[in-house]
């Protein structure tokens, strides 16, 4: 990571940028012509199969869903001893949904309509940014990041990444092939959810790192 440092905080203040041109436009255009093209190519997928995984990818992020399996995730955590881990883990998934839905009243994006496009489920709150998406990325990619780190290379190790990896990658499409978002607010979703996860990791390693460094102040 110190190697990359200069890469990386580029990379964080391009998604940035990027996240607020799109809340900008957002906030002026109820949806684009691309957004309504690429909607529309989506759902014209219809095999049964695929519909069942959409929705299966966006379920855990549908009301106290999300919510049961932050507090669960945080339980194994405290249970294997992994004490900051849990508080970050919670903390990330916490101030995440906090920003989104403030992010959400300012922008102000109403919902794709069923003239439009075809809903699955009809949403009481707005548009941009894609809900779903920031928050998969502060809870699963958060616990994607850790067991990278911390549990040792196994088959166990593995499918877990799978399945988090799945998930952090399907739900954008999943947000569109369902109707519950147009593709620049899933878009905007990756950027902002990648820039708070990026900055959770970070404090995540500054904490980590935090006692070593002070048992070597007290050691000169």
């Known amino acids: ?3 990359h440092r200069r890469p990386l905080w580029g990379f964080l203040l391009l998604l940035l940028l990027s996240a607020l041109s799109l809340a900008v436009a957002a906030s002026f255009v109820p949806y684009f012509a691309v957004d309504l093209w690429v ?3 989506v759902q014209q997928f219809t095999h049964p199969g695929v519909r069942r995984l959409m929705i299966a990818v966006s379920w855990p992020g549908y009301g106290y869903h999300g919510f049961i399996v ?3 995730a945080a339980c194994v955590l405290l249970i294997l001893r992994l004490k900051l881990e849990a508080v970050c883990l919670m903390a990330s998934a916490g101030i995440a949904s906090l920003v989104t839905n403030t992010l959400k009243l300012i922008i102000d994006r109403s919902r794709p309509a069923a003239e439009l496009v075809e809903i699955y489920v009809s949403h ?4 941009f940014p894609s809900g779903h998406v920031v928050s ?3 809870l699963y990619g958060f616990l994607f990041y850790l067991i990278y780190v911390l549990m040792p290379r196994s088959r166990l190790r593995s499918f877990l990444m799978t399945i988090l990896g799945a998930l952090l990658s399907l739900v954008g499409l999943s947000r569109i092939y369902l109707g519950a978002h147009w593709p620049s607010d899933v878009i905007g979703g990756y950027c902002l959810g990648s820039c708070w996860l990026m ?3 970070h404090f995540y390693c500054a904490a980590k790192q935090r006692p070593q460094r002070l048992k070597d102040t007290k050691k000169h």
Do not use: D, E, P
């Open 1 to 3: 990571m110190r190697r």
């Open 199 to 201: 900055l959770v990791i």
């Open 70 to 72: 932050t507090v669960g």
């Open 124 to 127: 009481r709150t707005k548009s």
């Open 136 to 138: 998969y990325l502060a």
């Open 39 to 41: 909607t529309q190519r």
